[in-house]
């Protein structure tokens, strides 16, 4: 346990090796680099994985603390690892799966100038998704949870010259980060409403101590908050938009980020706090309905995308969608386990669509394909096995978990969940099998150009997409409940589950019941196919009724093709209600900034001036006009007596011998 | 009177040294460029080496004033020269002298006309700076308030943009606005510790010591609040702030973001928030709702800009805002995260006008449209910019984000709405920053001109180097900041906080205060030396 910080550690060292000098290094180096530490977290992770094996079940929760990250007050949060039965399946997925696509990469990726930085941003990648998955407090998980986002923004956008790429890029992040202030609200209230209990932490193991004293009430927000975060960063409805578009990035990414890993981490998280949802089942069912609806809205818009990585994205949504279900009626365990293999199935086929894409030059419209078979049998053959997993046919991985999954709704009384998760489970093997037969079987459409580079891919990339099938194949074995106590899956999750599923496995009805609701599921899946080769598989073609062939259902249900073609028209709805009225209200803000704001400090100034200026006009005619009027006056007045003064000896002489006269005159009189 | 372990007066020191490069700058030939640079930069650098000695002496134990330094002034009205730091001024004091160095540094090629002249401001301005932020005395501290616009005047009037003349009056009249009013809020409270005590002093430890009648605070709290909320600036006394940025050249907008803004919170969490305490909690709704409108109307602005260094700017409003809301959430979480948010500020916006004067100088335009696809051309520059983006819109792992969620953590404990409309800022930011790198960075490269941008040199690194290392250091290790201010920002929670027991220790005057006056409590603050 003492070395399980070299699990993140590893990837992160190759993230900064091959980001400071990867660009001066050969392609070579840079690729070694980059799966080495790969395949050595792997095999520390196995490491923990089986040391805490050798734990007894209830000591499988270890917590190892490195250093106080950050503190305030009596707020304080440790950077700190918890490796339990739940994180050390998270570990071994992500390390696993990451490194058979750290492989295929550089078979995929090996003509890109840029190598070097895509490798460290993969490497980047999983360094944030196990702090995600270590994490023993909310905070390092929420390190993770933006780093992968960072991560998920970098790589998408990583063909950056594209407009459409970098538009994706920070339209997943946006979004994201939407989910994320919800996510970040919850722990707030979680935090404090935990402080007023003078229980004040963001510790895993005290909040799910303390979790039953807090108001049922505040449980609800703060469970509805942190689903938010959830249902952003694992693309459910309403915040599912980023994640079609965020197949513009290399198709490895897809696979790795948006499929196996990244997009899994709200299921995680909701069934890292099972305590806190065990406690509010209303929330759960809210989660489980947004779940099982996504599962169906998504598969609807796969029924009739023509890119092949569409096709999956919205499969993506969908599955996702099934594990919220699960996750939502409390069957935590179901939940996870179906996140397991759909790693393996879903990682599977991403990589061969990337293998596809790869032989087709870049061609991604199936419309343009078709027999491939006989030119990539590999890719062919593993695919298949991917879309038999999916579609839940047995003995193949997604068998198991799906089943798993619609009978814990089932048994649970979860009838609508059960029933919509069974025609969503119809509708996947179809648009997955139109997507196999589309690409796979018949003529190829491609140009003579294209035709003749048909290839298999390099060793690089088929021997991932070999063990990935393997893995999808048999993956489900954990998950057959042969055993007294439930599945082997269950038997090992449990331990971290037992607030919330204890009542459930305790009796392990696995009886006739099940049987049956196995085979009504297997045979919705076959319905499913067969719909798919009446219509896209050649030799069945000719016993389609003349209703479904694809022009007549396109022909006869043209509003609704449309509507399912044009994604419902959300990213447009959006736009109209949400980003247009933003951006207006951004200018709007400038011009009251420039014209109210700016312009009372404007007219300050200006009536500053104007007030100089008055002043000075009030200074010189006024005041000084006062003073001056004083001089001017003294000036008149003197001047008028000035006369007097003449300065003539005769004047004066003239005046006293005039006065002299009065006066005598006067005293003669008087 | 020094107090301090060294023995020495260490913060004079800190402040006449770049005073003494000036003097010295004074006698170098004008056209000795290269030599004045490098003097300049070399006092700088070792103002900033000086700086980081005072961490060894410092005591973060305590949120007692260090390094005190008292010498009488102007006896006659108690003015005196008296120096003194804690957890809070000491982060501020490494920040200036971190940024002066680097503005030196990025001033190299970017500034060649009258080159002794601007680092002779440059030198001034940062002893100024040092001033406000180690200033105890009220008039020595306005005094030292009002030496950094002066050089910032001439920054900004002699080597600004083509409105530098607008941009200039406008910072200058409108910051001299508001000091005035500060002015009136200092002597009214010096008349009212006098009236007290019988003591007429402008010492701040004694001003600390006494509490003024809840009509005197309401006022003098609003004069205070004129002066400082102009400097942050809080909404709606921003509009001068995009303006002197636009103009400044990029040492201007560096030191003017990094740390001439700081000066306006420093002075809420030195003088607001212990000196008028009730004030402080009466006014905290009408200041947490001029806060959040600052970060969501900032943030809104800045997504409607053109111009980069505008949108940077108005970056600015958005984040003070958040930085204002935390020191008026009254808790110690929100005070943590405002102190440490003023740090981080300082280093990623001052990092983002560094980058941004990178390019300017390669293309003499800042209007995003003008750029867009430079990361195949200057692949190195565009990597560090993603990384002090990614520090201004908080990622984790980045400082930006621990400065961040403590303040909103303590904003929702003191309001909920609050913290709800202020965390609408971190979906914003995002929004914003990442448009404006995704238009300049990012796409194809559509202008000849920018085909042959050459990526930046070795200077230009070194430049950043520091930044991008503080970015993942606060980020990742937080602590070693965190716990400098810890002890004051504990005190100042325990002061303003609601409910918060008042009396603490009460020395001799203040007894006699609260002996005239029985009805009204008594902050005790001792002051002194380390121990």
């Known amino acids: 346990m003492e070395f399980v910080f070299l699990i993140p550690l590893l990837p992160l060292l190759g993230a900064t090796v091959n980001g400071v000098i990867g660009s001066k290094l050969p392609k070579r180096a840079v690729g070694l680099i980059a799966c080495l530490v790969m395949a050595a977290a792997f095999v520390v992770s196995i490491c923990t994985f089986y040391k805490l094996m050798l734990l007894p079940a209830t000591e499988r929760s270890v917590v190892v603390s490195f250093f106080s990250w950050i503190a305030s007050g009596s707020f304080s949060v440790d950077m700190a690892f918890l490796i339990d039965p739940l994180s050390a399946l998270m570990i071994l997925i992500v390390t696993g799966v990451g490194f058979l696509i750290h492989v295929y990469s550089t078979g995929y990726m090996h003509d890109d100038k840029a190598y070097w930085r895509y490798m460290c941003y993969l490497n980047l990648f999983v360094f944030f998704m196990l702090m995600l998955v270590l994490g023993s407090n909310y905070l390092v998980m929420f390190l993770g949870w933006e780093g992968v986002g960072l991560c998920s923004y970098l790589l998408i956008g990583f063909w950056y010259e594209k407009k459409s790429a970098s538009d994706a890029g920070k339209k997943a992040f946006v979004v994201n980060r939407i989910g994320d202030f919800g996510f970040i609200l919850g722990l707030f209230l979680l935090y404090w409403s935990l402080s007023d209990l003078g229980a004040g932490s963001l510790d895993y193991k005290t909040v799910f101590e303390n979790i039953h004293n807090i108001d049922p009430a505040i449980l609800t927000i703060i469970g509805l908050l942190l689903f938010v975060g959830a249902a952003g960063k694992s693309a459910q409805v309403p915040l599912y938009v980023w994640l079609p578009d965020a197949m513009e990035g290399p198709t490895p990414v897809s696979a790795l980020i948006h499929a196996a890993t990244m997009v899994t981490a709200g299921v995680y998280m909701v069934a890292r706090n099972n305590a806190l949802y065990s406690l509010i089942p209303h929330v759960g069912n809210i989660i489980a309905s947004v779940g099982i609806f996504t599962a169906l809205f998504a598969a609807t818009m796969g029924l009739v995308q023509n890119d092949i990585k569409k096709v999956l994205a919205y499969s993506t949504v969908s599955q996702l969608g099934y594990m919220f279900a699960a996750v939502g009626v409390g069957a935590y365990g179901a939940g996870v386990f179906h996140l397991m293999t759909h790693a393996f199935f879903k990682g599977l086929m991403f990589l061969g669509s990337g293998s596809v894409i790869h032989a087709m030059g870049g061609e991604q419209d199936m419309r343009r394909m078709g027999g491939l078979h006989s030119h990539m049998k590999i890719t062919s053959v593993t695919f298949i096995i991917g879309a038999l997993a999916i579609a839940g046919m047995p003995p193949f991985s997604g068998f198991w978990s799906k089943d798993e999954i619609l009978w814990e709704a089932f048994e649970k009384g979860h009838f609508v969940i059960w029933a919509v998760g069974l025609l969503t489970a119809g509708m996947t093997a179809f648009y997955m099998f139109r997507q196999v037969f589309m690409t796979f079987t018949g003529e190829c459409r491609a140009d003579d150009h294209t035709k003749h580079h048909l290839h298999e891919s390099p060793s690089s990339m088929t021997i991932p997409l070999i063990i990935l099938a393997i893995l999808s194949a048999v993956g489900g074995i954990i998950g057959i409940p042969l055993f007294e106590e439930g599945t082997a899956a269950h038997q090992f999750l449990n331990p971290v589950f037992s607030h919330g599923e204890q009542e459930l496995h305790s009796e392990a009805v696995h009886g006739g019941l099940e049987l049956i609701m196995m085979g009504v599921s297997v045979a919705v899946g076959l319905t499913g196919i067969f719909l798919a080769s009446l219509l896209y598989y050649a030799p069945m073609k000719k016993y389609a009724p003349s209703f479904w062939r694809p022009e007549a259902i396109a022909s006869s249900f043209k509003g609704l093709h449309r509507l399912l073609f044009n994604k419902y028209y959300i990213d447009e709805i959006y736009d109209y209600l949400v980003v247009n009225p933003i951006k207006r209200f951004c200018d709007w803000c400038l011009s009251f900034d420039l014209g109210v704001i700016d312009w009372f400090v404007n007219f300050a100034a200006w009536a500053t001036r104007l007030t100089a200026w008055a002043s000075h006009k009030f200074d010189i005619y006024i005041v000084d006009g006062l003073v001056n009027s004083m001089s001017t006056l003294v000036t008149y007045n003197s001047s008028i007596w000035r006369r007097l003064q003449t300065g003539y000896l005769q004047n004066y002489a003239l005046v006293f011998v005039v006065g002299v006269l009065i006066i005598i005159v006067r005293v003669l009189l008087g | ?531």
Do not use: C
């Open chain 2, 1 to 531: 009177m020094i107090e301090n372990a060294l023995g020495i007066p260490i913060l004079s020191i800190l402040i006449l040294i770049p005073l003494l490069g000036a003097g010295a700058l004074f006698f170098f030939p004008s056209g000795q460029k290269e030599a004045i640079r490098s003097t300049a930069f070399g006092v700088a650098l070792f103002n900033f080496v000086i700086s980081l000695i005072l961490l060894f002496y410092f005591d973060s134990s305590t949120y007692k004033m260090q390094f005190v330094e008292k010498a009488a002034w102007i006896p006659g009205i108690g003015v005196e020269y008296f120096l003194g730091m804690d957890g809070i001024s000491l982060l501020l004091v490494l920040l200036t002298t971190f940024t002066s160095a680097i503005a030196i540094l990025a001033s190299w090629s970017a500034i060649d006309e009258r080159v002794k002249e601007y680092m002779i401001h440059l030198m001034i301005l940062e002893a100024g700076m040092i001033g406000v932020f180690v200033a105890l005395d009220m008039i020595l501290f306005f005094v030292f308030w009002e030496i950094g616009l002066i050089p910032m005047f001439f920054l900004i009037g002699v080597w600004g943009g083509p409105r530098k003349l607008y941009a200039n009056i406008k910072f200058f009249l409108y910051t001299l606005f508001g000091s005035v009013f500060m002015l009136v809020g200092i002597l009214a409270l010096y008349y009212a510790h006098g009236s007290a005590t019988g003591e007429y002093t402008f010492n701040l430890l004694k001003l600390y010591e006494v509490a003024y009648p809840y009509n005197l605070q309401w006022w003098v709290f609003l004069t205070f609040f004129l002066g400082f909320a102009i400097k942050v600036p809080v909404f709606p006394f921003h509009t001068w702030l995009p303006d002197a940025h636009v103009e400044a050249p990029t040492a201007g907008s560096v030191i003017l973001a990094a740390v001439l803004l700081k000066m306006g919170t420093y002075g809420f969490v030195r003088f607001n928030l212990p000196l008028l305490a009730d004030a402080s909690r009466a006014f905290t709704p009408f200041i947490l709702v001029l806060a959040v409108i600052g970060i969501v109307y900032g943030a809104f602005l800045a997504m409607a800009q053109k111009d980069i260094k505008k949108l940077v700017a108005y970056s600015s409003v958005s984040h003070l805002g958040a930085v204002m809301a935390g020191l008026f959430a009254l808790n110690q979480q929100g005070i943590d995260g405002g102190v440490l948010q003023m740090i981080n500020h300082g280093v990623s916006t001052g990092g983002l006008f560094l980058v941004i004067g990178m390019i300017y100088e390669r293309r003499h335009t800042r209007l995003i449209s003008d750029f867009g696809g430079i990361a195949r051309v200057m692949p190195v520059y565009s990597a560090l910019v993603l990384i002090i983006v990614f520090s201004s819109i908080g990622l984790p792992g980045t400082n930006g984000f621990v400065g961040e969620i403590l303040i909103l953590m303590g904003l929702f404990k003191t309001s909920v709405t609050a913290a709800v409309f202020a965390a609408t800022g971190v979906i914003l930011g995002a929004a914003y920053m990442l448009w404006m790198t995704q238009r300049v960075i990012f796409g194809k490269i559509t202008r000849r001109e920018n085909l042959v941008l050459k990526d930046i040199n070795a200077r230009e690194v070194l430049v950043l180097l520091p930044i991008i290392g503080l970015i993942l250091w606060i980020g990742i290790y937080p602590k070693h900041f965190l716990s400098l201010s810890a002890a004051s920002t504990a005190r100042i929670a325990e002061i303003v906080e609601r409910n918060a027991p008042k009396v603490e220790r009460a020395p001799h005057a203040a007894e006699a205060a609260r002996h005239a006056e029985p009805h009204e409590t008594v902050h005790a603050e001792a002051h002194g030396g380390t121990h």
